[in-house]
């Protein structure tokens, strides 16, 4: 009878699969069982790259967007004085735009009357913006900030006076008013001698009386 054998054989074909038992993690019954991974985890873009789900790369925490330069703010005032919507008549029929009158100036002496047309509202500010400032001019102004001598002027069907007025602030209404205050004139007295109530009108005859203003 042959001697029992101390060490069990292990043959070529048995090998790899003792390999992989040998090397298999020990499992301790007593721990508690690991949570299984979530398949939606990782599926969003962006998670892994400091912005939110779906956010760009790159982006901040939380996805905040950045914040913007602040916008140089303009040396110059502006005022819209009226928006019209006018209509031209085409082959097709008639199309609509708006008219916008817009005063603007640094309350200093330089002071401009515009107008616009356009589509919308916007473009039509903008329009009439640059043709204010195309338009700009300076008035001579006391030390009190008043004119030097009474004006009259008359442009179209509108009529205006102004009149130095010294201590008594800006006597005025209508676009007469938006004017002088967006020239920097004080202490005058202004009136409309027509019955007219064209904003443009006035706007531009008030600009044609302080034209007329000596230095």
């Known amino acids: 009878m042959t001697d029992t054998m101390t060490e069990t054989e292990i043959t070529p074909e048995v090998a790899p699969v003792a390999a992989e038992v040998a090397a298999a993690p020990v499992v301790d019954a007593a721990a508690p069982a690991a949570p299984a991974a979530d398949p939606r985890a990782g599926s969003f873009r962006g998670s892994d790259r400091g912005g939110r789900p779906g956010g760009r790369p790159g982006g901040r925490p939380g996805g ?35 008219s916008v009158t817009v005063v603007i100036g640094d309350k200093k002496g330089r002071v401009g009357v ?90 531009r005859a008030t600009v044609a009386a302080l034209k007329q203003l000596k230095g």
């Open 64 to 98: 905040r967007p950045r914040e913007r330069a602040p916008r140089e703010r303009s040396e110059f005032e502006q005022a819209t004085l009226e928006v019209r919507r006018v209509a031209r008549v085409m082959a097709g029929g008639r199309r609509f735009s708006f």
């Open 114 to 203: 515009g107008i616009g047309k356009g589509a919308d509202t916007a473009l039509a500010i903008d329009k009439a913006v640059r043709s204010a400032k195309k338009a700009l001019f300076t008035v001579p102004l006391t030390k009190d900030r008043s004119i030097r001598h009474e004006v009259h002027a008359k442009y179209a069907s509108s009529v205006v006076e102004i009149i130095p007025s010294p201590g008594r602030g800006i006597v005025a209404g209508s676009a007469m008013r938006v004017v002088l205050e967006h020239a920097g004139v004080t202490n005058v007295i202004a009136k409309i001698q027509t019955r007219t109530k064209n904003k443009l009108t006035i706007a």
